[in-house]
């Protein structure tokens, strides 16, 4: 008999038919001997229309008491599916996040989680029942509700199957799997049977919109097998989704590029003709930091004539803000030239672990792009991937051209594993 913790998103509990869908899920599951926890999210969009009332009354509502109303939409979901479970015949209890006693800090609408008591959970199990737990949301010390921020319900279910000791989490989505690309983008995109921790990690800090980047880092930091799969498939359905696992697996799926991730929401900031000399980075990035405003590619042109441009990307949502921060507080201090910017940019990556033992994988990819005459504006490299921007107009050209180049839409073969 395993443990299995599975988790279904807001499209999964949007209706009560989508609701006794589950249930079925969740039955077919417990026929096959397994103890079961199940973790949801509000009905999609639900939380989104609580928060909309709370902003109509203020719009500098409290933070507290806006995870007290954001808190509800899984305290509706629980008990639907709890009542879904009782028609079906099975033993099920509900249970909100502060009744596990899911400990947070008190970070409210981003809180993280510090400690899981799993005992009522444990003894509920051993006495058959399905266990139900309200996800996104948790307390923290003084007693406060807290929710968990975007893709809190993920992490809730990863949190609870390493607490548990799970054998594996599943997480349910609109989706049956992660796949080379977006098929909506390159319909020819290949869903993997599995994929590394560190491979997925990247994919989700790079645009990837399957897992959300916490609870990828939570599953991998207590190794945590995680199974993305679909709650749209038939319930008896044998499909496995995408596993994602440890890289010392001998089992792995072994490719050199795993997966194209692109993110439309980028913007790029130029500091141009500033000092070259040592501190000059810290004087530009230090009050884009203090105005918390994450910085992602950074790039430094060489310097001719003892001045140099710098170059840098900033989420589009913060990029009239960074401007702001720089003419202001940069662009006089340091004796810059101009400040020049472009919210119209992409970044397209490769990601896999195959490069660290193969060559030549970033002059593939240049020499793709430069067939299609798209133009590189900056690049960023690491051990597992190679990022580019490109201009916004020619991101999914990139994509269709870099997947067909690196033959994604192919199973890996021996010839494509030789070093």
């Known amino acids: 008999m395993s443990l299995i913790v599975q988790k279904y998103g807001g499209t999964s509990m949007g209706s009560p038919e989508r609701i006794r869908e589950v249930a079925r899920r969740v039955q077919r599951f417990v026929k096959e001997g397994h103890q079961v926890v199940v973790v949801v999210s509000a009905m999609s969009g639900e939380t989104n229309r609580l928060l909309g009332l709370a902003r109509e009354l203020n719009p500098d509502a409290d933070p507290r008491e806006l995870d007290v109303i954001a808190s509800t939409g899984e305290q509706v979901t629980i008990g639907l599916l709890a009542i879904a479970l009782h028609k079906l015949g099975l033993k099920a209890r509900s249970y909100t996040g502060f009744q596990v006693r899911i400990l947070t800090d008190d970070a409210y609408s981003k809180a993280r989680i510090l400690s899981i008591d799993e005992a009522n959970i444990r003894k509920d199990l051993a006495e058959g029942n399905v266990v139900v737990v309200a ?5 923290d010390a003084k007693g406060n509700i807290t929710t968990l921020g975007r893709g809190g319900s993920d992490t809730t279910g990863v949190a609870l199957a390493a607490a548990l000791k799970a054998d594996e989490c599943q997480i349910y989505t609109d ?3 992660v796949y080379t690309t977006d098929p909506r983008v390159v319909p020819e995109a290949r869903r993997l049977e599995t994929i590394t921790f560190e491979e997925m990690l990247e994919l989700a ?3 990837s919109k399957v897992l959300q980047i916490r609870s990828v880092e939570f599953a991998g930091k207590y190794k945590v097998k995680l199974r993305v799969l679909s709650s749209f498939t038939d319930v008896n359905s044998t499909d496995m989704g995408t596993l994602i696992t440890f890289e ?9 590029i795993s997966g194209i991730a692109f993110n439309r929401d980028e913007a790029k900031i130029t500091v141009m003709g500033v000092p070259d000399k040592p501190g000059i980075a810290y004087s530009i990035l230090g009050p884009v930091a203090d105005a918390n405003i994450d910085v992602d590619m950074i ?9 140099t441009d710098f170059s840098f990307t900033v989420h589009r949502n913060e990029y009239k803000r960074a401007l702001q921060v720089l003419e202001s507080k940069v662009k006089g201090e340091i004796g810059a030239r101009a400040i ?4 119209r940019i992409a ?7 195959g490069m660290r033992t193969h060559a030549g994988i970033a002059s593939l990819m240049f020499k793709t792009l430069a067939e299609e005459r798209i133009n590189i504006q900056m690049i960023s490299t690491s051990e597992i991937k190679t990022s580019v921007v490109v ?15 690196f033959e994604l839409d192919q199973p890996p073969t021996e010839e494509h594993l030789k070093p």
């Not at 790039?299 to 001045?307: E, L, P, R």
């Not at 020049?340 to 919210?343: C, T």
Request: glycine share 12%; hydrophobic share 40%.
């Open 135 to 139: 996800g996104f949301q948790g307390m």
């Open 175 to 177: 989706v049956d799997g």
């Open 205 to 207: 800090s790079l645009g």
């Open 248 to 256: 010392e697996d001998d089992t792995m799926e072994q490719a050199i």
């Open 299 to 307: 790039i430094q042109n060489a310097s001719s004539d003892g001045t």
């Open 340 to 343: 020049v910017g472009d919210d």
């Open 347 to 353: 970044k397209v990556s490769l990601v896999g672990i």
């Open 391 to 405: 201009d916004e107009k020619y991101m999914e050209l990139a994509v269709r051209v870099l997947h067909r180049a």
